[in-house]
């Protein structure tokens, strides 16, 4: 081949002559894919398997200078770049179509300084491998739900994660970056350097450069915590949400539980209570007694167990390869006409793999400043989650088609929304939304870092307010 067809920034064709490409090769320790290399399909594959784009350049970047050399490249040839941490994104940003792909995924250098409880990861890391790290110390961040989860994409659009009841959010835990502005420059960005920039990408996404690296503080954590599920019939379902409605904004701060409506593997539909425990073993037992005490639960599996096997609970719930379709929002209240509505919808759900969630927002993230970070959303609220899953293509229509009824019919009651939730037809509306009061000051911070909008490949924050 002598030529490459790409996709500009703007959506328009362009073409890059062989020698160009390879004179970029050569300017790169990691490795260069391109369509019908062997790597190249792997090296696209993201966890949604609705997202089946191709890049016309993949970069495995094995160290900064990599990511130096890829934005630069993609700023001179007027590139679409996609950037890839762990590719978790339901909405499959870390890939895009006929552009470059920046991927992440080699870089998982990890650095834990036990005197001061803090951590310097880089980027490409999952939250398993960053948790095997800073357990061997018995120390551990707010880190996601599902372990093979990218620590980058988690971190900044947010960061959710079992500890954010007792040590707030990923991005509360933040202390410094490294990352590689539009213009191609590498940065630090922390309280003291370039402060502006810290606070924007604390919840802005990725919208202001690729991060190669992270510092975050660590806390102690385990090794033994407390975990597992309580199993409720679905018969049950109206009476188990009313009583956890009641039940977890009362909960301390070393409690998070979540509710699920889901389908066992057996097939039959449960209503669920997912804890997480992480103080002294024999005062979680009497906090968790309630639970264990309502209803007729058909099991209880809450035991003492590591942190990490709690990270990793949901694992088998959420593999790589099924097709994905979101809708998400925050609450304020949970009335009686919400919960009969989620329950009428689980209840004619159309895939058994589809879940709903539910998880009460409260304790150490409810207590920073809403003005603190990019991420401002902090009142004690209730997350709200449809998780469509499926494994074959042809079903998609009626999945989607479900998911939007389910959505369009609780809308009504919500304010807000994770933007790490956020899918890829969720419009700016959702955009603003989910930055609130602090959406102006995200898009002078963005006019400033990136004013060409060079990382829009994102849930982007454009140049005009």
């Not at 803090?118 to 357990?135: H, K, M, P, Y």
């Not at 209840?347 to 879940?355: C, I």
Request: glycine content about 10%; some cysteine.
């Amino acid at each position: 081949m002598n030529e490459l067809h790409t996709t500009t920034i703007t959506g328009t064709d362009t073409v890059l002559e062989t020698s160009v490409v390879e004179e970029f090769k050569g300017s790169l320790r990691g490795q260069l894919f391109r369509q019908g290399d062997n790597g190249y399909d792997e090296a696209r594959q993201v966890w949604n398997r609705m997202i089946d784009r191709k890049p016309a350049l993949i970069v495995r970047c094995a160290e900064v200078a990599d990511v130096i050399n890829a934005v630069n490249f993609a700023r001179t040839h007027n590139l679409l770049v996609a950037v890839r941490g762990g590719g978790h994104s339901v909405a499959g940003y870390a890939v895009c179509e006929d552009g470059l792909m920046i991927d992440l995924s080699p870089m998982k250098g990890v650095r834990v300084d036990v005197a001061t409880r803090t951590v310097r990861a880089e980027a490409g890391l999952t939250w398993a491998e960053f948790d095997r790290s800073t357990q061997v110390f018995g120390l551990a961040t707010t880190g996601g739900t599902v372990s093979h989860t990218g620590i980058a994409g988690l971190t900044l659009g947010g960061g959710f994660g079992w500890l954010m009841g007792k040590y707030g959010l990923t991005c509360d835990n933040l202390l410094s970056v490294d990352l590689v502005t539009a213009d191609g420059q590498f940065r630090t960005a922390n309280a003291t350097e370039n402060p502006e920039l810290f606070w924007a990408i604390r919840g802005g996404g990725g919208n202001f450069g690729v991060v190669t690296s992270f510092e975050f503080q660590l806390h102690p954590v385990g090794p033994t915590v407390l975990g597992g599920m309580i199993l409720y019939p679905i018969t049950q379902a109206r009476e188990v949400l009313h009583f956890y409605r009641d039940y977890a904004p009362n909960t301390p701060e070393d409690l998070t539980t979540f509710a699920a409506l889901m389908t066992q593997p057996d097939g039959n539909p449960v209503v669920a209570i997912l804890v997480g425990w992480f103080g002294p073993l024999s005062e979680g037992e009497q906090h968790i007694k309630p639970l264990r005490q309502f209803g007729k639960p058909l099991a209880d599996t809450v035991k003492p167990i590591s942190y990490c096997q709690l990270q990793s609970m949901l694992d088998d719930g959420a593999p790589f390869g099924w097709y994905r379709y979101w809708k998400s929002g925050y609450f304020k209240e949970l009335s009686n006409e919400f919960i009969d509505t989620v329950i009428d919808y689980a209840e004619k759900k159309t895939s058994p793999l589809t879940a709903i969630f539910l998880s009460h927002l409260h304790g150490a993230l409810t207590r920073v400043s809403p003005e603190a970070m990019a991420f401002g959303l902090r009142e004690s609220q209730w997350d709200f989650d449809i998780t469509a899953q499926w494994t074959e293509p042809t079903e998609a229509d009626q999945h989607i088609a479900w998911t939007r009824d389910c959505w369009q019919a609780v809308e009504p009651f919500s304010r807000g929304v994770y933007v790490n939730y956020l899918d890829s037809d969720d419009g700016m509306s959702r955009v603003r939304a989910a930055y609130g009061a602090n959406y102006n000051r995200l898009v002078a911070v963005k006019r400033k870092y990136d004013p060409s909008n060079f990382f829009r490949h994102n849930k982007n924050i454009p140049l005009t307010e």
